[in-house]
């Protein structure tokens, strides 16, 4: 049981390029979420989802896609990367309604010059 | 809207020193509330919770008790190891309809030496 796996652990970008973080759970939960982690900004959410098929804005979803086309895949895309999207990106699931707790993957960092 | 506000670090303390890191909160209802560790190259691992006013959540030797009058979910730990410096989250959830999504604090960086 592997938990939350997310891949690369590490990526430099430059600015404009495109790329795709991939985040994978073995837990058969329903809920997944991307977070971006700042220095002294804490956690902040840039996109959800509830089921297989369905995503949502978080709180900085802009410069951000998702797509949730498997149960236990969440998949963050970034079309054209710029500065200010470098960050560590972590992803996170939860069992589903009425559940609180999450559980983290190790996070990506990813640097965008 | 809901926000989560922890002291400011970073925090330096001594081995076997008393740690105490500060959280308030606001939210309307009743939330949830938890701390968060993230230890070094590591993600975020749930540390303890507390899904009521005046309950008390404790896990390897932390403690934190959710005081609804004064909207607070301090962490404290009579006797920190070197082991412990990591970084650690407040976080709360309003529960009903919010899909699991929680609101975290800042993050306060505690650094233990020997």
């Known amino acids: 049981n592997a938990g939350v796996t997310q891949t690369p652990k590490f990526r430099v970008l430059k600015t404009g390029q495109s790329m795709t973080l991939l985040c994978a759970q073995d837990?058969?939960?329903?809920?997944m979420y991307w977070y971006r982690q700042d220095p002294g900004m804490g956690l902040r959410l840039i996109h959800y989802s509830v089921g297989e098929g369905t995503t949502a804005k978080g709180e900085v979803p802009d410069g951000y896609n998702v797509s949730r086309l498997k149960k236990q895949n969440f998949l963050l895309g970034l079309e054209s990367a710029a500065p200010s999207q470098t960050s560590v990106y972590f992803c996170?699931?939860?069992?589903?309604?009425?559940?609180?707790?999450?559980?983290f993957g190790p996070g990506t960092r990813l640097t965008v010059l | 809207g809901n926000s989560v506000t922890q002291m400011e670090g970073p925090v330096t303390l001594s081995e076997e020193a008393f740690l105490t890191i500060n959280c308030t909160y606001t939210a309307t209802g009743y939330p949830s509330l938890f701390w968060y560790v993230q230890y070094p190259g590591e993600g975020l691992q749930l540390l303890l919770k507390a899904t009521k006013a005046d309950d008390k959540g404790s896990n390897k030797g932390f403690e934190a008790t959710y005081r609804k009058e004064t909207t607070s979910f301090h962490l404290e730990k009579g006797s920190v190891q070197v082991s412990d410096s990591a970084v650690y989250f407040c976080a709360l959830y309003p529960g009903g309809t919010s899909y699991g999504k929680l609101t975290f604090g800042q993050g306060t960086i505690l650094t233990v030496h020997p």
């Open positions: 996170a699931s939860s069992p589903g309604r009425n559940t609180d707790t999450q559980y």
């Open positions: 837990m058969n939960h329903e809920y």
